[in-house]
């Protein structure tokens, strides 16, 4: 049987807690370690159920991965054995499309499955197919599949019709192998991103701007080996401070890139947390009760919807009424019929919900719909008066590496049973 989380409620968190390596960050790397031939070493890679799944669709196109001494993991991908992502991976997690780029750029064709709806919405992948298409690739789409060939890829000028990251990524993947050079205009300006060419960069490529809305890629014929530290997950950061935030505890996150949570921290700071910043550190002391406020999600630098629902569990406390508007995914709002069934007064209006703050929430049991709703429905609990029981914690364990280890490091009563 699936696993629960089991939380009683009440514990103000306390103390200092390690941050992991980004989920976001180490799923296009590794599907970055396809453009080379030569051994990329990951210094950091997270323990997450997500970087299970790339690496076994590696291993199906041909990656030999190994575990070294101190945590190091070396891809190397010295021969593609495939060219196909299946659907059976694709399905499982969205993110397998992020190999479709690198496989056309270095082997001029590409099998990867549609990855359809998810829990948070459709989600197309068209702008993915539609930059391929401008570098010079083939693109059909056939029984569920995405087909790509190419002889060799062309730089070209793309300007993308909304900002999407994993677009972003597979277009910058692509464009490091193709000849000439490839601009990327309305680019995702995600730290993910910019950690990505950073990686990219050590392999040899020949990448400027990223960060920015404009990514200029001058191609390469190869790319060489590397080495590569994953930069701090920014999700699971404001995820433990909200923790601290929400029973009134004094939590500091360590290891961290502060400036990577500028949206996040304002809102924090708005709706009454008191925050310290260190150069790698973060400290978050509570509120009694937060004050409401208003939220509106948006590409970086703006408020991150990997945020929204555990910023939701917050201001679902608050003394007044928020309205918390989620612009980048249409359905991303399953964690509020969960967060009511704990006595929370939420109700949603379209793309927006209005979260009129409850002074407590009661424990129940709750089903986690996805990986944030997940992190939003623990946090609810950790602040609840009696005991709550998540369900379906595997959506959780996609993305937060033993977030519950870590909240019981802080002096939370959370536990696993079966
Ligand atoms: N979109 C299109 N066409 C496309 C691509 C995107 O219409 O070709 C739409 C999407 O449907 C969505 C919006 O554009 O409405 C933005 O999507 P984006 O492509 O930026 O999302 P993604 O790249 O699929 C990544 C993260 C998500 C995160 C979003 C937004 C990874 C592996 N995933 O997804 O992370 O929510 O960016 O920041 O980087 C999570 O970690 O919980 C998670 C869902």
Same mark, same amino acid.
Request: glycine share 10%.
């Given at each position: 049987?699936?696993?629960?989380?089991?939380?009683?409620?009440?514990?103000?968190?306390?103390?200092?807690?390690?941050?992991?390596?980004?989920?976001?960050?180490?799923?296009?790397?590794?599907?970055? $370690?396809?453009?080379?031939?030569?051994?990329?070493?990951?210094?950091?890679?997270?323990?997450?159920?997500? !970087?299970?799944?790339?690496?076994?669709?590696?291993?199906?196109?041909?990656?030999?991965?190994?575990?070294? &001494?101190?945590?190091?993991?070396?891809?190397?991908?010295?021969?593609?054995?495939?060219?196909?992502?299946?659907?059976?991976?694709?399905?499982?997690?969205?993110?397998?499309?992020?190999?479709?780029?690198?496989?056309?750029?270095?082997?001029?064709?590409?099998?990867?499955?549609?990855?359809?709806?998810?829990?948070?919405?459709?989600?197309?992948?068209?702008?993915?197919?539609?930059?391929?298409?401008?570098?010079?690739?083939?693109?059909?789409?056939?029984?569920?599949? %995405?087909?790509?060939?190419?002889?060799?890829?062309?730089?070209?000028?793309?300007?993308?019709?909304?900002?999407? !990251?994993?677009?972003?990524?597979?277009?910058?993947?692509?464009?490091?192998?193709?000849?000439?050079?490839? !601009?990327?205009?309305?680019?995702?300006?995600?730290?993910?991103?910019?950690?990505?060419? %950073?990686?990219?960069?050590?392999?040899?490529?020949?990448?400027?701007?990223?960060?920015?809305?404009?990514?200029?890629?001058?191609?390469?014929?190869?790319?060489?080996?590397?080495?590569?530290?994953?930069?701090?997950?920014?999700?699971?950061?404001?995820?433990?401070?909200?923790?601290?935030?929400?029973?009134?505890?004094?939590?500091?996150?360590?290891?961290?890139?502060?400036?990577?949570?500028?949206?996040?921290?304002?809102?924090?700071?708005?709706?009454? %947390?008191?925050?310290?910043?260190?150069?790698?550190?973060?400290?978050?002391?509570?509120?009694?009760?937060?004050? $409401?406020?208003? !939220?509106?999600?948006?590409?970086?630098?703006?408020?991150?919807?990997?945020?929204?629902?555990?910023?939701?569990?917050?201001?679902?406390?608050?003394?007044?009424?928020?309205?918390?508007?989620?612009?980048?995914?249409?359905?991303?709002?399953?964690?509020?019929?969960?967060?009511?069934?704990?006595?929370?007064?939420?109700?949603?209006?379209? &793309?927006?919900?209005?979260?009129?703050?409850?002074?407590?929430?009661?424990?129940?049991?709750?089903?986690?719909?996805?990986?944030?709703?997940?992190? $939003?429905?623990?946090?609810?609990?950790? $602040? &609840?008066?009696?005991?709550?029981?998540?369900?379906?914690?595997?959506?959780?364990?996609?993305?937060?590496?033993?977030?519950?280890?870590?909240?019981?490091?802080?002096?939370?009563?959370?536990?696993?049973?079966?």
């Amino acid at each position: 049987m699936a696993e629960r989380l089991v939380i009683e409620g009440g514990a103000r968190l306390q103390g200092r807690v390690a941050v992991s390596a980004a989920k976001n960050a180490a799923l296009p790397a590794l599907a970055a $370690a396809l453009l080379t031939t030569e051994p990329v070493v990951f210094e950091n890679l997270p323990a997450l159920a997500d !970087v299970t799944t790339i690496s076994r669709l590696l291993e199906r196109l041909g990656a030999e991965i190994s575990k070294g &001494a101190a945590g190091e993991t070396e891809v190397r991908v010295a021969e593609l054995k495939s060219d196909e992502a299946p659907y059976g991976l694709v399905s499982t997690m969205r993110a397998s499309v992020l190999v479709l780029g690198p496989l056309v750029a270095r082997s001029g064709r590409a099998r990867v499955a549609l990855p359809g709806g998810c829990a948070i919405g459709l989600r197309p992948i068209d702008q993915h197919l539609k930059g391929l298409a401008r570098l010079g690739a083939e693109i059909r789409i056939e029984n569920g599949y %995405v087909e790509a060939r190419a002889s060799r890829l062309k730089g070209a000028r793309i300007t993308t019709d909304l900002v999407t !990251v994993t677009g972003t990524e597979n277009l910058l993947m692509a464009a490091t192998l193709a000849e000439g050079t490839t !601009v990327i205009e309305n680019a995702a300006r995600e730290p993910e991103v910019v950690d990505l060419a %950073v990686l990219l960069q050590s392999l040899g490529a020949r990448v400027e701007g990223a960060g920015t809305e404009r990514i200029e890629i001058d191609g390469v014929p190869e790319l060489g080996g590397g080495r590569h530290r994953v930069i701090p997950d920014r999700i699971e950061t404001g995820t433990l401070l909200t923790a601290g935030a929400i029973t009134g505890g004094d939590v500091t996150v360590t290891g961290v890139v502060p400036r990577h949570l500028s949206a996040v921290l304002g809102k924090l700071e708005e709706a009454g %947390v008191a925050l310290e910043m260190g150069e790698a550190t973060i400290r978050a002391r509570g509120p009694e009760r937060p004050r $409401a406020t208003d !939220v509106i999600t948006q590409p970086f630098p703006g408020f991150p919807t990997d945020m929204q629902a555990q910023v939701m569990s917050l201001l679902g406390r608050a003394d007044g009424t928020s309205r918390i508007t989620e612009t980048i995914f249409e359905n991303r709002f399953m964690h509020v019929a969960e967060l009511c069934r704990m006595g929370a007064r939420i109700e949603t209006d379209g &793309a927006s919900a209005v979260v009129r703050g409850v002074s407590h929430y009661q424990g129940a049991p709750v089903m986690a719909s996805d990986l944030r709703a997940s992190a $939003a429905l623990v946090l609810a609990g950790l $602040a &609840a008066r009696g005991r709550t029981e998540v369900s379906r914690v595997y959506h959780l364990d996609r993305g937060y590496e033993r977030l519950d280890a870590k909240l019981a490091q802080l002096g939370a009563r959370i536990w696993r049973e079966p």
